[in-house]
């Protein structure tokens, strides 16, 4: 009976210990899986902001998702949610010609990840030929899926400003 009782609790903590284990394991799949979604987040936006740099659109149509959603801050001539990559190059190509073509990307602060989801802190210059000026960080929040940004949200750290330069 004795011996019974000792195999049962033998057996028993077996399982347990089967039980811990595959619990663990799957905690390591899921930390494993994140950091795979996070490391493809950040690569997709990292590729996307050099491509801003560099002024390169066939790379940015690549990556930006045909039904992105874009939703740019303020009360102005850009402002405004965007459903499309179309909508967003339209978007850029007002940027430009109201910056006179010196709109620039001046710096990548920060690039922060969480599972799909990146967010930069980024340096923005342009200047117009009357006498406006932008010089202002935005905070953009990015979501990557399936090695594309599907969504955008822009946030500035001076809406006046930009809403006085793009105007109204």
């Known amino acids: 009976?004795?011996?019974h009782r000792l195999i049962l609790c033998m057996l028993a903590l077996v399982s347990y210990g089967h039980a811990q284990q595959k619990s663990v394991n799957n905690t390591i799949n899921n930390q494993l899986n994140t950091n795979k979604m996070e490391n493809e987040a950040k690569k997709v936006?990292?590729?996307f902001l050099t491509a801003v740099q560099q002024g390169d659109n066939a790379k940015l149509a690549a990556i930006l998702h045909p039904d992105i959603v874009w939703n740019?801050?303020?009360?102005?001539?850009?402002s405004g949610i965007k459903h499309s990559n179309a909508e967003?190059?339209?978007?850029?190509?007002?940027?430009?010609?109201?910056?006179?073509?010196?709109?620039?990307?001046?710096?990548?602060?920060?690039?922060s990840v969480n599972g799909n989801k990146v967010a930069c802190l980024l340096h923005w210059n342009a200047t117009q030929p009357a006498g406006g000026i932008l010089d202002v960080d935005n905070i953009d929040v990015y979501t990557v899926e399936n090695g594309q940004i599907t969504k955008a949200d822009i946030f500035t750290t001076n809406l006046e400003?930009?809403?006085?330069f793009w105007g109204e």
């Open 88 to 111: 967003v190059f339209q978007m850029v190509g007002k940027m430009f010609e109201l910056s006179a073509n010196t709109l620039r990307l001046t710096d990548i602060k920060t690039i």
């Open 45 to 47: 936006v990292t590729e």
């Open 1 to 3: 009976m004795i011996k």
């Open 72 to 78: 740019q801050p303020g009360n102005n001539r850009v």
């Open 161 to 164: 400003s930009e809403n006085n």
